[in-house]
């Protein structure tokens, strides 16, 4: 069945550090692609997403490519803040009606001044 | 403002006496459903429902039940709790018929079972 593989946290980083949290796929066919953000006490919010190869999704200064070749959505952000502080997750769509979601295990970042 | 409404937020109960967390959207939404977030284990779906009076198991139904009366409304049934559904729940909505759209999640409800 469709699943998704995320890198395991928790990750620390200095303020305007680079971060990479890995994301992998396991899907038939082609299905949508999506991050999540979660700040503390709060529900998830969509933070990006793409809908086919090749596909850049980008918002807030975080991007990722779908890679059909690779089966992986990188999530990326060349210079974190505080306020980036949160717990990431990857998570697809399936091909067909988009009914069932499948998320990772989620990676908790904390940023530090 | 576009949004998804859980209620109770925060929940302590005992083993065995039900329970509903009720969910309610109003954007005007085909696609309602329930996953809950465990440590280590991410979002894993317990129900979905694709229209009124349509409802179908996720990956993890066992000891819940669903309805779908109205379209703005998806509570979650806890018939007879045990400490294994200590967790928290979220409920979500989308635009139904497609796997481009983005799910709206609520806030969450943490549920406690002693």
């Known amino acids: 069945g469709d699943s998704v593989t995320q890198m395991e946290g928790p990750v620390t980083l200095s303020e305007e550090a680079f971060l990479t949290i890995n994301c992998t796929y396991t899907?038939?066919?082609?299905?949508?692609l999506f991050w999540y953000v979660q700040y503390p006490g709060e529900g998830l919010q969509l933070l990006l997403k793409?809908?086919?190869?090749?596909d850049k999704g980008s918002n807030k200064g975080f991007e990722a490519t779908y890679r059909k070749e690779t089966t992986s959505f990188h999530l990326e952000k060349g210079s974190v803040q505080v306020s980036d502080s949160a717990v990431y997750f990857c998570a697809l769509s399936d091909r067909y009606t988009g009914n069932q979601f499948y998320f990772g295990t989620g990676t908790s970042l904390t940023v530090i001044p | 403002e576009a949004q998804v409404t859980q209620n109770p937020r925060y929940l302590i109960t005992v083993t065995g006496k039900k329970l509903t967390v009720t969910c309610s959207q109003n954007?005007?939404?085909?696609?309602m459903s329930w996953y809950r977030q465990d440590p280590g284990l991410g979002l894993r779906q317990i129900y979905y429902?694709?229209?009124?009076?349509?409802?179908d198991k996720g990956d993890v139904p066992e000891g819940y039940k669903v309805s779908r009366k109205e379209k703005r409304n998806f509570p979650l049934i806890l018939e007879s709790p045990s400490p294994n559904q200590t967790s928290l729940y979220f409920c979500a909505s989308r635009v139904a018929g497609s796997n481009t759209g983005e799910l709206f999640f609520g806030e969450g409800s943490r549920l406690t079972v002693l």
């Open positions: 429902s694709m229209n009124v009076e349509v409802t």
């Open positions: 954007m005007n939404h085909e696609y």
């Open positions: 793409a809908t086919k190869a090749d």
């Open positions: 899907a038939t066919g082609y299905p949508s």
